[in-house]
C-alpha cells in the first residue's frame, strides 16, 4: 500500500510532540529541520552555568522518520511542493508547520548589535563561556523578565559574583505567575543586591550603556536579552503567499488546520490559535495533531490541559503555580527538577539529565 507523505517543517516541541505519536505504518513522514536536533529549552537558562545535554536527535526520538538537514525558503502551496535554501524541491501529501518563532527586539536600536539572546544550546555555551572571562561584580543586565529572563536571573544570583540588573517594561517579573510568587522573586533579588528596573522600557543599547525612556542609563559588561517573540522570516513569506495579514502568527481552526488550505496544519510558536507559546502548549499541540491524523480525521476539537507552570528563581529556590498548589522555595526546587526529568521526551535524554 502507498503511503501518504507528511512532511514536518521544524523539530520544537510541537515537532515532537507530532512525531513521538503519528502512526509511521500509515504513512511516510520526514523532518526538515537545519540541525535536526531536540533542544530541551526549559533547562536553557540553567544551562548559562551547568553543563547538562540538552539536545537530542530526531532519530533518538523516532527512527522511524527520515530527517534532512534543511532550512526552508518557500513554499508553493499550489504545487505541495516545500523549497530549500539550495533550491532542492521536496512534495508532500500533508504539510506541518511547526519551525517556531524569532526574537522579538521590538525595534529597538542596539538590541541586534550589543546583546546575547538565549535560543539554543549554543547560545548558552556562549553566554556561559564569556561569563568565564568576567571580573568579579561585572554588570550584568538581563532585559526581559519573563520566564525566561528570570531562570537567568536566579542563575546568574547562583555564580555569587555578579552585579545583576533585571529590567522588564512591565510592572512585575514572571506576570505569567500571580502576584504573590513574583513577589517571592523580587524579595529573593533583593535579599541578594540584584537591581531591579520594573516599569522601565529600554529605549536604545549603545556598545557601553543601556538607555531607558524615562530613566538615567545604565553600564553593562554583558547584555541578555529575553524580549519575547515575534513571526519568523518563514511565517513573514507563508502569509504573504497565502495573503493573510496576522500580527501573531499563521491562523489555523480549531483542528490546526491553516485557513485557505485544505493539507496544511501550523502548530506551536508559529500558530495564532490564541494560547502563550510554552513548550508545554506545543507538545499537547504536537500530539492532538499526531491523533488526529492517525484517526481519520475525526477528532474532536483541541483543548488544552493547562498542568500550571513553574520556574527557577535562584539559590535552589523555584516557584510553581500548578491547577492545585501554588509555593515557592527549596522544597518547589527540588519539584521543578522531578518535573523535567519527567518531561523529558524518552529514556535517552532523561539518562543525559543524570550525568550531570
Not at 229 to 249: A, C, D, R, V, Y
Request: proline residues 3%.
Amino acid at each position: 500500500m502507498n503511503k501518504s507523505t507528511i512532511i514536518v517543517i521544524g523539530l520544537g516541541w510541537s515537532s515532537v510532540g507530532f512525531i513521538t505519536n503519528i502512526d509511521t505504518n500509515k504513512y511516510n513522514v520526514e523532518v526538515y529541520s537545519p540541525d535536526n536536533k531536540f533542544v530541551y529549552t526549559p533547562l536553557l537558562a540553567q544551562n548559562i552555568k551547568h553543563n547538562k545535554v540538552l539536545t537530542l536527535d530526531g532519530s533518538d526520538i523516532n527512527n522511524r522518520i527520515k530527517y534532512k538537514n534543511r532550512e526552508i525558503k518557500n513554499i508553493e502551496f499550489n504545487n505541495n511542493k516545500i523549497v530549500s535554501n539550495n533550491n532542492e524541491k521536496n512534495e508532500y501529501n500533508y504539510l506541518i508547520l511547526s519551525h517556531g518563532a524569532s526574537t522579538n527586539t521590538f525595534n529597538i536600536k542596539g538590541v541586534e548589535d550589543f546583546c546575547y539572546f538565549l535560543k539554543n544550546s549554543n547560545d548558552a555555551d556562549i553566554i556561559k563561556t564569556h561569563l568565564k572571562t568576567l571580573n568579579n561584580n561585572a554588570n550584568i543586565a538581563v532585559i526581559g523578565c519573563g520566564l525566561t529572563g528570570s531562570e537567568v536571573i536566579g542563575t546568574l544570583l547562583d555564580y555569587n559574583k555578579f552585579n545583576i540588573h533585571a529590567i522588564d517594561a512591565l510592572s512585575r517579573p514572571i506576570n505569567m505567575f500571580s502576584e504573590k510568587l513574583s513577589n517571592m522573586a523580587i524579595n529573593l533579588w533583593k535579599e541578594n543586591n540584584i537591581n531591579i528596573y520594573m516599569n522601565q522600557p529600554v529605549s536604545s543599547i549603545d556598545k557601553q550603556q543601556i538607555n531607558f525612556k524615562e530613566n538615567p542609563s545604565i553600564k553593562y559588561d554583558l547584555a541578555i536579552w529575553c524580549g519575547g517573540i515575534k513571526k519568523s522570516p518563514l511565517t513573514e513569506t507563508i502569509l504573504n503567499i497565502l495573503n493573510i495579514e496576522n500580527k501573531k502568527g499563521i491562523p489555523v481552526n480549531e483542528y490546526f488546520r491553516v485557513n485557505t488550505c485544505n493539507n496544511v496544519w501550523a502548530i506551536g510558536d508559529c500558530a495564532d490559535y490564541g494560547l502563550p507559546p510554552t513548550a508545554q502548549v506545543g507538545y499537547q499541540e504536537g500530539k492532538y495533531l499526531a491523533h488526529h491524523f492517525n484517526n481519520n480525521f475525526k477528532s474532536n476539537k483541541f483543548k488544552f490541559n493547562n498542568k500550571g507552570q513553574i520556574g527557577y528563581i535562584g539559590l535552589n529556590k523555584s516557584v510553581c503555580q500548578l491547577p492545585y498548589f501554588s509555593s515557592g522555595g527549596n522544597l518547589v526546587y527540588y519539584l521543578n527538577t522531578f518535573i523535567h526529568l519527567y518531561n523529558t521526551v524518552n529514556m535517552k535524554q532523561k539518562i543525559n539529565f543524570f550525568k550531570n
